[in-house]
């Protein structure tokens, strides 16, 4: 550029060279240091502007300035270039190995319950029952209502279940965490038409805690709805489960007579256990010296009301249900001798009782395998 002063001219033509030839971003940093850094050639000329006369800055200012901004823009554009070129440097010259062994990584495990709820729902799969899930904030009249619990009920009682602030219920409902997976069976019955067939495996929450209760724990409900069902059913159905669950053919459950508002008649069933090395396991002779009976379930045929509450006809559709604890099950499955420890999140006990994700539960297989 012919008008420019010669020496802002060279100047621009030795820096643009200095750029030209930087190979790295280290040497096209000490070129922009020299350039524009505080001690710089261009900073410099710049410095120069306040001395000058108002008609001299007019002229020179613009010349200097346009000269900073060239040279930061092609130390950008050199930048950019310089990167791309290491980028395809560093992709020319790393590979990857794909025969190199995988390297050893924490796994996770599956939890008991969990593993235990994919067990029950394999053997009952094997029965024709389905899944089926509910809430587990849970309106007062599922919970209890419906389920023929009245009013009175110690259930109901405010130290036994965790009830939401009134506000929290639509149309004036009280809302509550379920105490149960019984009210899984009314919205079942309420939704699908009989016959009905299925188990609820889930979360449930009750305002206790010690060795043996934990103020959230799991619950299986079972429940079938048919014409012509029997109690002949209900411990036909619970003896294959149990005798799959715990994988022995010598296992033998007694019935004992109880109430629960929601069945009648009720029974409470007990599974008979033997000693072995000095501790208890299901199966064997409950009658032997070392035997005895442990409470498992309770159960029984659904109460007519119930059928009636969810709309259906007593008179043509009965059944059984029964209800279970799933810490319990996988407690005296897999000998566990603290509730506690389930919801500790302990990594030692998850490593030591947890499993493999790919030990999926089929009958086919063994269900515990
Ligand atoms: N809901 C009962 C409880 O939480 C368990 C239960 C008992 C469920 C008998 C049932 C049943 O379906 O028939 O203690």
């Known amino acids: 550029m012919t008008e420019d002063p010669p020496d802002l001219g060279q100047l621009k033509t030795d820096l643009c060279a200095a750029i030209d030839v930087a190979a790295s971003i280290d040497a096209l940093e000490a070129v922009r240091v020299h350039a524009l850094g505080k001690q710089g050639e261009v900073t410099r000329l710049l410095k120069t502007l306040g001395g000058m006369t108002p008609e001299e800055r007019k002229a020179e200012g613009p010349k200097i300035n346009g000269l900073r901004a060239d040279i930061a823009e092609a130390i950008e554009s050199k930048k950019v270039a310089i990167e791309a070129d290491e980028l395809e440097a560093r992709l020319a010259s790393e590979s990857l190995d794909m025969s190199l062994p995988p390297r050893e990584t924490p796994r996770g495990s599956v939890h008991p319950v969990s593993q235990v709820m994919d067990e029950l729902a394999e053997i009952f799969a094997d029965l024709g029952f389905a899944v089926a899930t509910g809430p587990e904030i849970e309106d007062d009249w599922h919970n209890f209502t419906a389920l023929n619990i009245p009013e009175s009920h110690p259930a109901r009682a405010e130290h036994d279940t965790f009830y939401f602030p009134e506000e929290a219920g639509e149309d004036g409902k009280t809302m509550l965490l379920r105490t149960h997976t019984s009210p899984v069976q009314i919205r079942t019955m309420m939704n699908e038409e009989p016959p009905i067939r299925i188990i609820a495996p889930g979360r449930t929450y009750r305002s206790?805690?010690?060795?043996?209760?934990?103020?959230?724990?799991?619950?299986?409900?079972?429940?079938?709805?048919?014409?012509?069902?029997?109690?002949?059913?209900?411990?036909?159905?619970?003896?294959?489960?149990?005798?799959?669950?715990?994988?022995?053919?010598?296992?033998?459950?007694?019935?004992?007579?109880?109430?629960?508002?929601?069945?009648?008649?009720?029974?409470?069933?007990?599974?008979?256990?033997?000693?072995?090395?000095?501790?208890?396991?299901?199966?064997?002779?409950?009658?032997?010296?070392?035997?005895?009976?442990?409470?498992?379930?309770?159960?029984?045929?659904?109460?007519?009301?119930?059928?009636?509450?969810?709309?259906?006809?007593?008179?043509?559709?009965?059944?059984?249900?029964?209800?279970?604890?799933?810490?319990?099950?996988?407690?005296?499955?897999?000998?566990?001798?603290?509730?506690?420890?389930?919801?500790?999140?302990?990594?030692?006990?998850?490593?030591?009782?947890?499993?493999?994700?790919?030990?999926?539960?089929?009958?086919?297989?063994?269900?515990?395998a």
């Open 208 to 368: 206790d805690s010690d060795a043996t209760h934990t103020p959230m724990f799991h619950q299986v409900e079972g429940l079938v709805i048919d014409r012509d069902i029997t109690m002949g059913h209900l411990k036909w159905t619970l003896e294959t489960f149990v005798k799959a669950f715990f994988e022995r053919d010598d296992i033998v459950l007694r019935l004992r007579p109880s109430y629960f508002p929601f069945t009648e008649p009720s029974a409470e069933v007990d599974v008979g256990y033997s000693l072995k090395d000095g501790k208890r396991i299901i199966g064997g002779d409950p009658n032997a010296e070392e035997g005895g009976w442990m409470e498992i379930l309770g159960s029984g045929m659904v109460n007519r009301r119930v059928i009636e509450a969810c709309g259906l006809d007593p008179d043509e559709w009965q059944g059984f249900a029964f209800g279970c604890g799933i810490d319990r099950l996988a407690m005296l499955k897999y000998g566990m001798d603290d509730l506690r420890a389930f919801f500790d999140g302990d990594q030692r006990w998850l490593d030591h009782y947890g499993f493999s994700a790919l030990d999926v539960p089929t009958l086919s297989a063994g269900v515990g």
